[in-house]
């Protein structure tokens, strides 16, 4: 996070107000999901699990999407 110049901000407010635009269940060793989070114009990628037994919630990676790999929208991969 801190080389891609994202805050701790930007990644708490995926969490709590992104968007899933995709999911991953069967995910291991816990379920997780891509979030889409729009900060001050700028897209945010955020890649968490979830251990919902311990109520724990763990940050994979988070990233600025560009548009080589996703359309406009930030939320559909291009096809290679």
């Known amino acids: 996070m801190v ?4 805050t701790r901000t930007e ?6 107000h992104g968007e899933v ?4 269940p069967d995910d291991r060793p816990f379920p997780s999901a ?5 900060s001050d114009q700028t897209p945010v990628h955020v890649v968490a699990a979830y251990d919902a037994p311990a109520e724990w919630v763990f940050i994979i990676t988070a990233y600025r999407p560009d548009r080589r790999h996703f359309e406009a929208d930030f939320k ?5």
Not at 76 to 80: A, D
């Open 34 to 38: 891509l979030i889409l989070h729009m």
């Open 21 to 24: 635009i995709e999911d991953y």
């Open 3 to 6: 080389e891609r110049r994202i």
């Open 11 to 16: 990644v708490h407010a995926a969490l709590f």
């Open 76 to 80: 559909t991969r291009r096809q290679p």
